[in-house]
């Protein structure tokens, strides 16, 4: 089945108070997620991943894989984060419907190149994430249609409501996930000595010659200072 070509069946209404889907390819089809129970196939080029139906979830709950590796990719480069992927990054999620919202539980698996903090020299990474969230449907929050409540505007939700329907963005959840779990300052190794500061030699390569006369080079500019006795 040929999707790339199938008709946008966005969501006009959706897109419109939400400007960055407008912009943003679609990032993945349906037909990229296996489906466990519920969908019929004749809905699945309804659905992508930013807007995963919410309304007449089964009780059970409906479970996604997700194997595109566009909705991973497409963030990646959007955002310029030095971050490649190694090998496929996959996510299983678990919607669970609440009265009030959505439960969203999954796991992130997959391995990731980044640069090392000190070194700069590609590091492997291991993902490895769980995660449990909560979605409130538009409108059920207590407190949501007070003034000044400024924890479910429309623009931080990932829910939206299009003809009486819920749909999920599950490809911003999904992207927000993955942030979380790259590391802040990932190291090929835990002893890493990192680049020379002054002349920028990979240090793990070994010593340089600059290394061991300068010294701290940020204090280098004292070294020949001469202080003024005053009289
Ligand atoms: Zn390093
Ligand atoms: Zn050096």
New binding site residues.
């Given amino acids: 089945m040929d999707v790339l070509h199938a008709p946008d069946h966005g969501h006009p209404a959706a897109t419109r108070s939400r400007p960055e889907i407008v912009n943003a390819r679609r990032m993945a089809r349906i037909d990229n997620c296996s489906r466990h129970e519920y969908y019929a196939p004749s809905q699945r080029l309804e659905m992508d991943l930013k807007h995963i139906p919410l309304t007449g979830l089964p009780s059970t709950g409906l479970g996604l894989e997700v194997a595109d590796q566009a909705v991973w990719y497409e963030p990646l480069q959007k955002y310029a984060v030095q971050c490649r992927i190694a090998e496929a990054v996959s996510a299983e999620v678990l919607l669970l419907p609440q009265e009030d919202g959505c439960l969203i539980r999954g796991k992130i698996r997959g391995r990731v190149v980044l640069p090392?903090n000190?070194?700069m020299?590609d590091?492997f990474y291991d993902l490895d994430h769980d995660f449990d969230e909560f979605e409130a449907f538009p409108g059920t929050s207590p407190g949501d249609d007070a003034p000044g409540s400024a924890d479910l505007s429309p623009e931080e939700s990932l829910v939206s409501m299009k003809d009486g329907l819920l749909f999920l963005d599950l490809a911003s959840l999904l992207w927000e996930e993955f942030s979380l779990a790259l590391p802040d300052k990932p190291?090929?190794?835990a002893d890493?000595k990192?680049l020379c500061p002054s002349c920028g030699r990979n240090l793990?390569l070994g010593a340089c010659g600059c290394s061991a006369e300068s010294g701290d080079e940020r204090l280098a500019v004292f070294r020949n200072m001469k202080v003024k006795r005053q009289a």
């Fill in positions: 090392c000190r070194c020299e590091t190291l090929c190794k890493c990192g793990n």
